[in-house]
């Protein structure tokens, strides 16, 4: 059984957070630790622990991740100047919260796409 973590209770408004979006699949809020002007986290409802657990069931889920990751940059208005969008799996991706989510960066130059270990 999946475990849940505090992104349930965001998804829930249980607790609060800076909530950009929902939908029936998916919720988007801010990070609370940005990494760049913009850093927003899209959140499947469902908790999938991760990218390990996701199955062919979960195409839509995975595809809206993707389309509100794109109307969220335009509306912070990076969509022009770029963004990054990230998800991490597992201990070598660095993952801490067990429930997937993909991080949406941008407003800066955000270097090249991997870093070193640290
Ligand atoms: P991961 O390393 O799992 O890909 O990223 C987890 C992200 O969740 C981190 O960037 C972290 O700052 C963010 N985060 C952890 N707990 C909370 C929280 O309670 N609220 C919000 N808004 N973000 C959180």
Redo the contacts with the bound molecule.
Sequence with gaps: MSTET?FSK?IRKEIP?DMLYQDDLVTA?????PQAPVHV?VVPNKLIPTMNDADADDEALLGRMMTVAKKIAADEGIAETGYRLLL?CGPDG????MHI?L?LLGGRDLGRMVGRPG
């Design positions: 505090i965001i957070s809020f801010r990070d609370i630790n986290l991490n660095h993952q801490e919260v989510h991080h």
